[in-house]
Structures are given as structure tokens and as C-alpha cells.
């Protein structure tokens, strides 16, 4: 006997319906426009991280397509929400291209100044310092051996390092801004800056040129050097102590000359207001090139860029000497009063403070 299925009951008049799939052309279309509106949404912080990729087409490729982006976004102003939420979150700024430096405005040689400048412990030389990597550890170091002076107050009381920064990439960090803020803020008297190592490169940014050490490219550094430097000291109130690049190990002996070239050439046109400390020759080796240790003492880290503790306490020890060279820092200890038993205090002696006490 076969069975018979019931009929199927009949639907309601208005029941909904199953609902159709979109058709792969829509999906696609959907997927396409969300894009976009992203895009455009985030068009500020696609241009940075494609501004900040390494010299190279595969930078080259995404600025292609991050410029074009970022101009519709900004002239719709739907980046404006992006901006936003960037400043309630205390983030503004983040997305910020600048690829400006300034130019130097000293091309001959200036005169140095003709009276030291002194300082005392109730005066002391504000003291800011900084720069890329390199500058870490020893600035660990001379914030240590600063304290023991009495006459100089480091800035924030720590080194203010930014890795893998310089004068090549200021679209990824410009210094120039950098400086300019740490000037409005807090005025120091002097500067310590370590650029230079990351700077063996194609310059970009606002007259940017490559390749490394070319004629084009030697000019464009030197003018961003001296840009730097008269940025610093062009009001006559601070003074820069700017430390070269020592040797790397995984470099040539000579691939830094360039840029250590520039910047002692343009020290030397502003004696008194920059000073270049040479650390290329202070740690060569006795052959004259890169060395772990000098004198048995271990310098460098196993990376063969950066100081050891000894290796930077060699560096503060440098920017000291410097110190005390450019300025009066010792004069105050000379009229020291006598104390009622005619002890005097401990802190008798000119000379200069050693680093010794920084670990």
C-alpha cells in the first residue's frame, strides 16, 4: 500500500518569506564602498605609516596611493572625526606629516662669545639632553654625574631618546619640532644632542635627495645640520654640545665621515655656541678602527652600536668637560663661606666632576 504525503499547508497571505542572498556582484559592491569609507576615515593615519616605510618602492607604491586618499579626505573633512577622537584621547598630533627643517641663518663665521657664562647651585645650567639611541645610556650617566656637580639640572631629570630618529626621516620624527617644543617649555641653557647614526640614508621630507654622501645630498645635510643648529642657538641664550658618531661595527671605518664632516665643519662656524664632541676618534682602537674595549675595559654592547655602562660613562664624561670648558662652573666654589667651626663644605676642589658614581 503506498502512503500518500500530506499536502503541504497552504501559507498565509502576507507570512514573511525566506530572505534571498545578495548576489556576489552587491557583496562585492558593499565590501568596496565599506572600504573606501574606511579609507577615507583613516586617511590621516594611512598616509604617516606609509610616509614611514622604508626608503624604497614598496614606500614609494603606498604614498601612490595614500596621498591621493588623505587630499579627498581632508577636502571632504571626514578625517575631521579621526582628528576628533585623536583629542579626547590626548593623542592629537599623531597622524602629523612634517617634513620641514629649518634652513641655517649663519653661513660665515660668527665670533664666540667673549665672558663665560657662570652658574652656581642656586643658578644652575639647565641642561636638556637627547637624541637618538646613542644617546640613552650616557645620558643615564651625565644625568648621575650632573647631580654631583651642583651647578647643572638635567631637564626632566632623564635623557630624552627617540630610536632609530634623526635629520634623514622627518616625516617618521622631526627634530625640528621636537626642539622647538622642548624650547617654549622648559628654555634649557644648554643642549646635548646625538643625531647622526640613523642618518646614512636617502634624505626625504621638504628637499629630500639621495643617494647617501652624494654632492646633493652632502648639501641638503649640511643645511639641515646648520638649520638645527642656529634653531638652537640663534638667540645667543643656550649653547649645543653636539656628539658625533662614533664607529660601528657593522659599518665601514669611514661610512659616518660624511656626517661627522658636516657637523664638526659647521660647529666650527659658530664657536662658543655649538660645540662638537668628536666621539669617533675616542673610541677607535689601536688599529683605528671599531673596538669592544679600550684600555681592557669593555665599551660597546654585543650589538657593536651602542655604550656599555664604562662606555658611556666615558661620553657623560666628555659632555662635562665640554661644560666646564664653555661655561663658569667652577668660580661659585671659590667664595664658598666658612661655617661658623671654619669647616668648609666637602665640594673644595675646581676640577671637573668625574663620572664614577653613575651605575
Known amino acids: 500500500m503506498t502512503t500518500v504525503p500530506p499536502a503541504p499547508h497552504p501559507q498565509p497571505t502576507g507570512a514573511p518569506v525566506g530572505r534571498r542572498p545578495l548576489a556576489a556582484g552587491n557583496i562585492v559592491f558593499v565590501m568596496l564602498v565599506a572600504a573606501l569609507v574606511g579609507g577615507l576615515l583613516n586617511a590621516a593615519g594611512i598616509r604617516k605609516t606609509a610616509d614611514s616605510q622604508p626608503v624604497g618602492l614598496r614606500r614609494d607604491l603606498a604614498r601612490i596611493v595614500a596621498e591621493p586618499l588623505f587630499t579627498v579626505s581632508h577636502a571632504l573633512h571626514v578625517d575631521a572625526l579621526r582628528s576628533g577622537l585623536q583629542s579626547i584621547t590626548g593623542r592629537s598630533g599623531d597622524d602629523t606629516v612634517n617634513g620641514k627643517l629649518p634652513d641655517p641663518t649663519v653661513h660665515d663665521v660668527v665670533p664666540a662669545p667673549t665672558v663665560k657664562r657662570a652658574f652656581n647651585p642656586i643658578f644652575p645650567a639647565s641642561t636638556w639632553i637627547g637624541g637618538d639611541s646613542l644617546s640613552i645610556t650616557p645620558g643615564e650617566s651625565f644625568v648621575a654625574a650632573a647631580a654631583d656637580t651642583q651647578v647643572i639640572s638635567v631637564v626632566g631629570g632623564t635623557d630624552d631618546g627617540h630610536v632609530a630618529t634623526g635629520l634623514a626621516r622627518p616625516e617618521v620624527f622631526n627634530w625640528s619640532q621636537h ?32 643617494p647617501y654622501a652624494s654632492a646633493e645630498w652632502v648639501d641638503e645635510y649640511r643645511r639641515r645640520v646648520g638649520g638645527i643648529m642656529d634653531q638652537v642657538t640663534g638667540s645667543g641664550k643656550r649653547t649645543l654640545f653636539w656628539l658625533g658618531v662614533p664607529p660601528i661595527r657593522t659599518r665601514a671605518d669611514d661610512r659616518y665621515q660624511p656626517i661627522n664632516d658636516i657637523i664638526r665643519e659647521e660647529a666650527a662656524k659658530r664657536p662658543g655656541r655649538v660645540v662638537y664632541l668628536d666621539l669617533d676618534q675616542r673610541f677607535r682602537g689601536p688599529d683605528g678602527g671599531y673596538a669592544d674595549a679600550l684600555d681592557g675595559t669593555v665599551v660597546r654592547t654585543p650589538d657593536g652600536v651602542h655604550f656599555t655602562r664604562d662606555g658611556a660613562n666615558i661620553v657623560a664624561q666628555m659632555i662635562l668637560d665640554a661644560m666646564n670648558q664653555t661655561y663658569d662652573l667652577q668660580s661659585w666654589r671659590t667664595r664658598t663661606t666658612t661655617s661658623a667651626g671654619g669647616h668648609k663644605g666637602s665640594r673644595t676642589s675646581a676640577g671637573t666632576p668625574t663620572t664614577t658614581a653613575a651605575k
Open 179 to 210: 626642539i622647538a617644543d622642548v624650547i617654549a617649555s622648559d628654555n634649557p641653557n644648554a643642549m646635548v644632542l646625538t643625531i647622526g647614526s640613523n642618518d646614512d640614508q636617502v634624505l626625504t621630507g621638504d628637499g629630500g635627495v639621495g
